[in-house]
């Protein structure tokens, strides 16, 4: 069983930038990737970055790339997601997930634990 909390999403202007924070607790976090996703209303869930278990590799969405960088720290058993550049079609809630299954790090069911999720508003 993992627990992941994620926390930093709050209301920005266009432009801004954001860090956001996914803590786990439970089963070795070490030994899993990792990643972000987030959903907007009446969207559905979709992938925004993707880290490998030890940090080495990572993966973005198209719409992030350059602007958003993941990175993870085993010590302390975090994932972050810094976002620069925030647009409007920023706003979503994201969420953290343990990837757990084999696949493409883009598809949501390739990921068993989730968390509650952190709204991020981006005003234009």
């Known amino acids: 069983q993992v627990q992941l909390v994620e926390s930093g999403g709050r209301l920005v202007q266009a432009g801004s930038s954001l860090k956001l924070s996914c803590a786990a607790s439970?089963?070795?976090?070490?030994?899993?990737?990792m990643g972000w996703f987030r959903q907007a209303p009446g969207k559905e869930r979709e992938f925004v970055a993707g880290?490998?278990?030890?940090?080495?590799?990572?993966d973005y969405a198209e719409s992030v790339k350059g602007r958003f960088t993941i990175s993870r720290d085993n010590a302390k058993k975090t994932v972050d997601l810094q976002m620069n550049g925030l647009k409007p079609e920023d706003t979503a809630v994201y969420y953290c997930?343990?990837?757990?299954?084999?696949?493409?790090?883009?598809?949501?069911?390739?990921?068993?634990?989730w968390g509650q999720g952190t709204q991020v508003t981006v005003s234009s």
């Open positions: 997930a343990v990837k757990t299954f084999p696949g493409p790090v883009q598809r949501p069911t390739t990921y068993r634990y």
């Open positions: 439970g089963r070795t976090f070490s030994d899993y990737a």
């Open positions: 880290i490998t278990n030890s940090g080495t590799n990572t």
